[in-house]
């Protein structure tokens, strides 16, 4: 089974149901794959919806992941040390914790980031 670990922009891409994941949908959505969102990306979130920086429903997209059948990631200490390991090529530490879980997982790490693919083959940007 193909595990994937989602980035936050795609979480919010496919709770708001927007085009730019529909070619990936068939993917993630298929019974031969596991996909996986972070505590990190949850966190992302929260966090953008305090400052006002995003105008979503925090629990409703929780809800539409889970009844997809996402399951949620947590941060281990091989995280941590994947994190540490990573080179310096992108400024964001979310997507450098998210890319370490990947990486200490491991797994396919879907993003819309293209700057992200440079880190890892492990990296889809669509």
């Known amino acids: ?15 708001d149901e927007n085009p730019r994941v529909d070619r990936i949908k068939p993917l993630l959505l298929s019974g031969d794959t596991q996909v996986f969102i972070s505590v990190v990306s949850w966190w992302e979130i929260v966090i953008k919806i305090r ?5 979503a429903n925090f629990e409703q997209i929780r809800t539409r992941a889970y ?8 941060i281990t200490g091989n995280c941590l040390k994947a994190y540490l390991e990573l080179p310096d090529l992108h400024k964001d ?15 396919r790490f879907i993003t819309g980031d293209s700057l992200l693919a440079d880190y890892s083959s492990l990296v889809m940007a669509i």
């Open 67 to 74: 009844e997809r059948g996402f399951l949620e990631l947590p």
């Open 93 to 107: 530490p979310f997507d450098h914790m998210l890319l370490a879980q990947a990486v200490a997982e491991p797994m």
């Open 51 to 55: 400052r006002g920086k995003l105008n």
């Open 1 to 15: 089974m193909t595990q994937f670990l989602i980035d936050t922009n795609i979480v919010l891409w496919l709770a």
